[in-house]
């Protein structure tokens, strides 16, 4: 094991079973972790000049696509195909309920959902950047169906 | 030892330390009784001393501590204990200890005292820094537990979890903190003004494993306690989130979506190699290992619903097997350290999210919480206690409880308080 440089004392530690049966003797010295703390205060780095701003919505524990959102993407579809040369990112999220990481999981595969339909519709892979934050970042605060169905989403930008 | 799972209510608010307020909300109803005679020493030193030992040992759950009026005329002179006495106040054992302050150090002896047996079953000695008050009372009262409740205590193990300060505009401040297992002495390990999620704690305890969206992007990071020296695991342009460390501290399990989907791959960290684990139309996650380190667990949505999947690592292209079958929702599945069960995310008919655990010998599912979106639960490595997120209000904050029945909670001073983490045993 890799001993800590900064363990200040070594950690002794001695059980001794007296003769008189079932007596426990022991000695042992306290350990002292040193922490050091990190701070990051870079942002992630700001995509271009919005181009697209759509928004599309999904169901409670669902990745496909509702006929409302399709009507959506097809505006997405027109945009890009008169500016081939823009990356759109494809962000996706979940609400609040559920595990953090199947979340994530599951905003990946909403952005997904839109990248597939946007590639049927004759957008090229290397146009989109799908990626998603799970529940990490709601658009609306709140416990209730009327946030929750804001927050299930996927953000095109 | 598993003792009965419901319990007399009992309120016993405690000092608050740190900036997490520990709060004891129930005990067990069959508690061993104890007197522990205030360890003498100067007033600056024992008077904390005295109080750490005993809120550790109350938070077990498990110990009814005599309160200290009631101890004043029992003086012991000379080590002769009155044993009849102790009896007749119905205590089970007696601890008696002292402090002796050097220069630079503080010594702590203390003796614990069968009363039934009428006979000494241990003489202890820790020692530290006049600054390691905390520290020294923690090693008694994990002593003291493990004599009289006969498994190891974690009073001195150390907690990770996530804190989110809120403000306006959604310019949240995210800090990955550190602290005792009582919540006090707590540090910053990560402050971010982007997400931080899954902390993991390396088997020795020296080490972090987190996922951070710093770059915009999910990525997991390891991180070295003492410096501060951190590391993305995986120069890959890809999201990677999940990890858990082998038990042997060689490896780290991951989630990658290079794929466009959630696979899980494991990373040998020495040299970096990574071997895919599953491969499925579906979202694979949440890896977990188990005490022995050769199975994992993990969710996946490959039925329809994210359920709960066991994979042997040490047969040659074994099939995951299901292991949860009671609801649509079973998620981020860990082992009990002793593998008698596992410990997991459940969401009921009336679609709230609780605690559940699973014995590898029963048919059924045992429900262990029961506010509306409890998560990310983390066992103590005795397996007796559990530490898990709940939403009061529309407040996040920690919750815990023993598997003897006791609960308590960790309220935050600031912000939301998540994903709790356990450490190893330290000692």
């Not at chain 1, 979940?94 to 957008?123: K, P």
């Not at chain 2, 007197?35 to 077990?60: M, Q």
């Not at chain 2, 297992?181 to 707590?186: F, K, L, P, V």
């Not at chain 2, 008698?340 to 014995?359: C, N, P, Q, T």
Request: a positive charge.
């Amino acid at each position: 094991m890799n001993k800590s440089i900064n363990t200040f004392f070594a950690l002794t530690m001695l059980i001794l079973l007296s003769a008189c049966s079932s007596l426990q003797v022991t000695e042992e010295s306290v350990s002292n972790q040193a922490v050091a703390g990190v701070s990051i205060s870079q942002k992630s780095t700001a995509t271009q000049a919005v181009l697209a701003n759509a928004v599309v919505y999904f169901e409670y524990d669902q990745y496909t696509l509702t006929s409302k959102s399709i009507q959506a993407l097809k505006g997405v579809v027109g945009l890009m195909k008169r500016n081939p040369k823009i990356i759109l990112s494809l962000e996706g999220h979940a609400d609040e309920r559920g595990t953090r990481e199947y979340n994530l999981a599951l905003g990946q595969r909403r952005a997904e959902s839109v990248a597939n339909y946007l590639i049927a519709n004759g957008i090229k892979r290397n146009q989109l950047v799908s990626k998603s934050y799970g529940e990490e970042r709601p658009l609306s605060l709140g416990s209730n169906d009327s946030a929750w169905s804001k927050n299930r989403r996927v953000e095109i930008k | 030892m598993k003792k009965n799972i419901l319990l007399s209510l009992l309120f016993l608010p405690l000092a608050c330390f740190g900036e997490l307020f520990l709060e004891i909300t129930k005990g067990s109803d069959d508690p061993f009784k104890v007197a522990i005679i205030p360890f003498a020493g100067s007033e600056k030193i024992s008077k904390p001393l005295n109080e750490v030992i005993r809120n550790d040992l109350n938070r077990t759950g498990e110990f009814s501590l005599l309160g200290t009026k009631l101890l004043l005329p029992l003086i012991i002179e000379d080590g002769d204990i009155n044993y009849q006495d102790w009896s007749l106040l119905g205590m089970d054992y007696l601890v008696a200890g002292s402090i002796l302050q050097g220069q630079s150090s503080v010594d702590v002896n203390y003796d614990i005292y069968d009363i039934q047996k009428r006979k000494k079953i241990r003489s202890s000695k820790v020692f530290g820094l006049p600054s390691q008050i905390r520290q020294l009372a923690h090693y008694t009262s994990d002593g003291i537990y493990e004599s009289i409740a006969g498994i190891k205590g974690i009073a001195s193990t150390r907690l990770l979890y996530v804190n989110e300060i809120k403000s306006k505009k959604f310019n949240s401040n995210y800090r990955l903190m550190l602290a005792d297992s009582d919540g006090a002495n707590e540090k910053t390990l990560l402050s971010s003004s982007e997400p931080i999620i899954s902390p993991a704690w390396s088997p020795d305890g020296q080490k972090v494993a987190y996922v951070s969206f710093e770059t915009g992007l999910a990525k997991v990071y390891i991180q070295d306690i003492a410096t501060g020296k951190r590391e993305s695991v995986l120069s890959k342009d890809t999201q990677i989130s999940s990890p858990a460390w082998s038990p042997d501290g060689k490896y780290l399990s991951l989630t990658l979506y290079q794929d466009g989907n959630a696979e899980i791959y494991i990373l040998r960290l020495r040299d970096k190699t990574l071997t895919r684990m599953t491969n499925q139309f579906a979202i694979d996650t949440e890896s977990s290992w188990s005490p022995k380190g050769n199975k994992i667990l993990f969710t996946s949505g490959r039925s329809g619903s994210p359920q709960i999947y066991e994979l042997n690592l040490r047969r040659l292209n074994s099939k995951a097997k299901r292991i949860s079958f009671e609801g649509t929702y079973n998620a981020k599945a860990a082992y009990l350290p002793n593998e008698e069960g596992i410990i997991f995310v459940h969401r009921s008919r009336d679609g709230l999210f609780h605690i559940a655990m699973k014995y590898k010998k029963e048919n059924f599912i045992r429900i262990l919480t029961e506010a509306k979106m409890d998560e990310s639960p983390s066992v103590a490595p005795n397996g007796n206690m559990v530490i898990y997120g709940i939403t009061e209000g529309d407040q996040s904050m920690l919750a815990g409880f023993s598997l003897s029945g006791a609960s308590f909670k960790l309220p935050a001073a600031q912000g939301e308080v998540r994903e709790p983490a356990w450490s190893n045993f330290l000692r």
